[in-house]
């Protein structure tokens, strides 16, 4: 049986850091594409970071390049996102998601396997 288990998040002050883990287990992801996405009270889920976990290439929406940064260690089976100068309209469940296959990387429909999220909120 696959998991995926997130953990790290908190609650934080607005320009603080948090770092998210993602970990699996019952299969090895070696291709495709692992992500994070986010979902706000009321709103859609939307996509955070993700990683091709064969290449290390990643990829990240406007609203989070250049704070967050997501990474993996393939000997952990294990997805990170560091999240840095944190702001309110962060604030969300973070889920973990894993086997994208084809170039759609940000839309939740790509992705097979889900995690049950952690909850992130930013105090301002």
């Known amino acids: 049986q696959v998991q995926l288990v997130e953990s790290g998040g908190g609650l934080v002050q607005a320009g603080g850091s948090l770092r998210l883990s993602c970990a699996a287990s019952?299969?090895?992801?070696?291709?495709?594409?692992m992500a994070w996405f986010r979902q706000a009270p009321g709103k859609e889920r939307e996509f955070v970071a993700a990683?091709?976990?064969?290449?290390?290439?990643?990829r990240y929406p406007d609203s989070v390049k250049g704070r967050f940064t997501i990474s993996r260690d393939n000997a952990k089976n294990t997805v990170y996102l560091q999240m840095n100068s944190l702001k309110p309209e962060d604030t969300g469940v973070y889920y973990c998601?894993?086997?994208?296959?084809?170039?759609?990387?940000?839309?939740?429909?790509?992705?097979?396997?889900w995690g049950q999220g952690t909850q992130v909120t930013v105090s301002s």
């Open positions: 998601a894993a086997d994208c296959i084809s170039g759609s990387y940000y839309y939740t429909g790509c992705y097979y396997y």
């Open positions: 019952g299969r090895t992801f070696s291709s495709g594409y």
């Open positions: 990683i091709i976990v064969s290449s290390s290439t990643t």
